[in-house]
């Protein structure tokens, strides 16, 4: 199966390198992408998950998924409301 060079693929902890580094730009998995569920870097959020919602990872127990996929939803409903005034 060949491997999509656009996902970062994240290395496990237990790998040798000793923490979890972005597959592609080789640096430190910081970020969660709310919008591809993926772990992602800094230089990730920069290029293949710019404009996503991202949230730390150190800061996951305190967030509340139900509250952030409703905004989530809404602000895309909204998108499509003013595509289709725009039609």
Known sequence: MPVN??????????????????????????????????????????????????VPLNSLDQLDFKTSLQREIDTTIEELKQREQIV
Request: net charge negative; charged share 20%.
């Open 5 to 54: 060079m656009q996902q970062p693929q994240e290395i496990p902890a237990n790998h040798p390198s000793g923490s979890t580094k972005c597959a592609v730009h080789g640096e430190e998995v910081i970020l969660l992408c709310l919008k591809d569920q993926e772990k992602v870097c800094s230089r990730c959020l920069h290029s293949t998950h710019l404009l996503h919602p991202v």
